[in-house]
Nanobody, 124 residues
């Protein structure tokens, strides 16, 4: 069983930055692919970024490419999402997800464990 706990959300002005963290339990964290998703009010959950178990491969949604960076520290069992140049459209609840199988993917249905989410609000 894996538990994921997100932190780092909050209220920020447009153009600002936030860094989200996702702390994981479980001995095999270093073998999991990890992802970040978000869900805005009235919208479906959408893919934001993903990272392979080694950190060597990444994928980003077009809407965040060049502004967001996903990374991981396997020794700390933590995955991060650095968000720069934030826009009001980035306002959402952000979820961390873990995938047991090797290989990153953009599909939410491919992830096995989810955190409870952290709210990010970007004011204009």
């Amino acid at each position: 069983q894996v538990q994921l706990v997100e932190s780092g959300g909050g209220l920020v002005q447009a153009g600002g930055s936030l860094r989200l963290s996702c702390a994981a339990s479980g001995r095999t964290f270093s073998t999991y692919a990890m992802g970040w998703f978000r869900q805005a009010p009235g919208k479906e959950r959408e893919f934001v970024a993903a990272l392979s178990w080694s950190g060597g491969n990444t994928a980003y949604a077009d809407s965040v490419k060049g502004r967001f960076t996903i990374s991981r520290d396997n020794a700390k069992k933590t995955v991060y999402l650095q968000m720069n140049s934030l826009k009001p459209d980035d306002t959402a609840v952000y979820y961390c997800a873990a995938r047991i199988l090797i290989g990153l993917t953009r599909g939410a249905e491919d992830y096995d464990y989810w955190g409870q989410g952290t709210q990010v609000t970007v004011s204009s």
